[in-house]
């Protein structure tokens, strides 16, 4: 069974940064993809960007890119967002979540973690 364990949530002045985590295991396959997904209040949940363990490869929702990062540990099976120049949108339950193969969208992903709360404050 996949686990998937976000922290490095909180609050957050706007223009500020935050570094979260997901620390994942349980994979049986060597080709997976893990991915960090948000979700505010009345709005649906987004992918914001992923990699895939097999090449590293990576992509990014374009409302993020340039602002948020996603690299891993290669030592351990850790992903972790750079979140920076954070904005009130941006305000959200963020999630990491995976897959076997890759994925881009929520219905796509097999696994979820509980989440992590990022309050954005002006």
């Known amino acids: 069974e996949v686990q998937l364990v976000e922290s490095g949530g909180g609050l957050v002045q706007a223009g500020g940064s935050l570094r979260l985590s997901c620390a994942a295991s349980?994979?049986?396959?060597?080709?997976?993809?893990i991915g960090w997904f948000r979700q505010a209040p009345g709005k649906e949940r987004e992918g914001l960007s992923c990699i895939r363990s097999s090449d590293g490869s990576t992509a990014y929702a374009t409302s993020v890119k340039g602002r948020f990062t996603i690299f891993r540990d290669n030592a351990k099976i850790s992903v972790y967002r750079q979140m920076n120049s954070l904005k009130p949108g941006d305000a959200a339950v963020y999630y990491c979540a995976a897959t076997y193969g890759s994925s881009w969208y929520p219905s796509g992903m097999d696994s979820w973690g509980k989440g992590t709360l990022v309050t954005v404050s002006t």
């Open positions: 349980g994979f049986t396959a060597d080709d997976y993809t």
